[in-house]
Nanobody
């Protein structure tokens, strides 16, 4: 089970850090991704990190503002979001993928999903 936390309401230009913790399984063998879905829009890829941290990919829309990382000892993955914009408003989901090389960037690549956490950025 994956559980996201850290969402909330923030003003444009502010920061939030999302966390994704796992229970019942270790995340160390999984590539981890963050996706988001805004009202009326399709789910979109945000960022992903490989099981060993060697491969990290960001969507162009968040590159330079968001940072994905993982803490193996805490069985947790983070998404640090800086310089937030109103267009970042969405429900953010973490997901786990069994992959040895690289990371997936589409939802169908991932095997397990969290329930999502709401991020709202006011202008």
């Amino acid at each position: 089970q994956l559980v996201e936390s850290g969402g909330g309401l923030v003003q444009a230009g502010g920061s939030l850090r999302l966390s994704c913790a796992a229970s019942g399984r270790t995340l160390s063998n999984y590539a981890m991704g963050w996706f988001r879905q805004a009202p009326g829009k399709e789910r979109e890829f945000v960022a992903a990190i490989s099981w060993n941290g060697a491969s990290i990919i960001y969507a162009d829309s968040v590159k330079g503002r968001f940072t994905i990382s993982r803490a193996y000892a805490k069985n947790t993955v983070f998404l640090q979001m800086n310089s937030l914009k109103p267009e970042d408003t969405a429900v953010y989901y973490c997901a786990a993928e069994q992959r040895l090389i690289g990371v997936g960037t589409t939802g169908r690549d991932y095997d397990y999903w969290g329930q999502g956490t709401q991020v709202t950025v006011s202008s």
